[in-house]
């Protein structure tokens, strides 16, 4: 209940909150010329509308035989559960010498949460928010990330215009490269090591020189995932693309979980693999992760950008792993728009880690 969200005590009994303010305007005036309004308050308001995500603000007067009240109310922006931003209404309010006179909500209501302030031991105003359809700019957080096999021209041509915050992820070898750091430093990427591991769809006599196996001990995982020259920026994270058999294997996970620990890197399990161990043993090692992530290409682009929108929305981040290619600027540029409009911002990706304290 967001009326006592912070100790735990139920309010007094609700008595000076019109019932009808939940639902529509009718006990609502426009006329706002016989009222006085607590310049404290709008300032406060006006201070806090970026911060609390406000869309709009209005102002009503409530008539009663007790006297004219001002109504505020606020549309938000969606991006936060409105308990949140109720939470940090009421605290900036109280640090300010306001008294929450009443504080309740109507969870199916038009205007879902009200409540009665007062100041200096008058009543000063009635607030009431509910939360609109336009999200706030950056409500929701997409992390890119792009990977390649080799530093191709059309991989090269392509780098640059790829948008800040993104993760470009290649194999060792092309990290290396010398060529690659103005162009990561330049467009403001992050860098991470690509690698597949042993897979059953091809016999393993094929797979020994691209792949990480089974067999393979750390010495041989490190000798692999090394690099000839260090990568500037310096890489922060290991995606592990494909490799079914290789993921679900107990000891090659281990032996991929020590590295990328050491290395500080987090892990990315883009395989797809419903057995793998590679995202749990990396947290059981004291490692970070990225969620799980199917790697995406096999489906149009647009369509990709709009699962991930639906998942940013849901869950406040998501991230979309794509082979970069001649055609991903030309994708990136028609998805721009459709970003902006739905509040979804380009950041890096945020890792995860188990809780030393609760383990989750």
Not at 43 to 57: D, I, N, S, T
């Amino acid at each position: 209940m967001w009326a006592h969200y912070r100790d735990g005590q139920a309010p007094a009994p609700v008595a000076g909150i019109d019932s009808s303010l939940f639902q529509s305007d009718s006990a609502v005036s426009a006329d706002t010329a016989t009222l006085t309004q607590d310049s404290s308050l709008t300032g406060l308001l006006a201070r806090l509308e970026p911060e609390l995500g406000v869309a709009k603000r209005t102002t009503g007067a409530i008539h009663s035989p007790l006297g004219d009240l001002p109504l505020y109310s606020l549309t938000l922006h969606r991006g936060r559960p409105l308990s949140a931003v109720v939470a940090q209404a009421i605290d900036s309010l109280e640090r300010m010498g306001f008294t929450i006179l009443e504080s309740t909500e109507n969870p199916r209501g038009t205007w879902p949460w009200a409540c009665r302030l007062a100041h200096e031991g008058k009543p000063a105003a009635i607030l009431r928010a509910r939360v609109g359809l336009a999200p706030a700019q950056g409500a929701y957080a997409l992390g890119l990330i792009f990977w390649a096999d080799s530093l191709s021209a059309s991989v090269l041509a392509t780098i640059a215009n790829l948008p800040a915050g993104s993760v470009l992820a290649l194999p060792a070898p092309a990290l290396s490269e010398t060529r690659l750091r103005d162009l990561a430093r330049g467009a403001h990427l992050q860098l991470a090591v690509l690698t597949r591991l042993e897979t059953s769809r091809f016999p393993v006599v094929r797979q020994e020189d691209k792949r990480l196996m089974l067999h393979h001990k750390d010495d041989e995982i490190r000798r692999r995932l090394a690099f000839a020259t260090e990568p500037s920026p310096a890489p922060v994270g290991l995606v592990v693309l494909d490799g079914d058999r290789g993921a679900a294997d107990p000891g090659l996970s281990e032996r991929l979980a020590r590295y990328a620990s050491g290395k500080s890197l987090w892990l990315l399990d883009a395989t797809g693999t419903p057995a793998s161990r590679l995202a749990s043993t990396t947290l059981e090692k004291g490692g970070d992760i990225l969620p799980d992530t199917r790697p995406g290409g096999r489906e149009p682009f647009a369509e990709a950008i709009q699962a991930a929108l639906a998942r940013a929305e849901k869950s406040g981040q998501t991230l979309l792993v794509w082979p970069l290619d001649s055609t991903t600027s030309s994708h990136l540029a028609s998805s721009r728009p459709v970003l902006a409009e739905r509040g979804v911002e380009i950041r890096p990706p945020q890792p995860l880690h188990r809780h030393t304290g609760t383990g989750d």
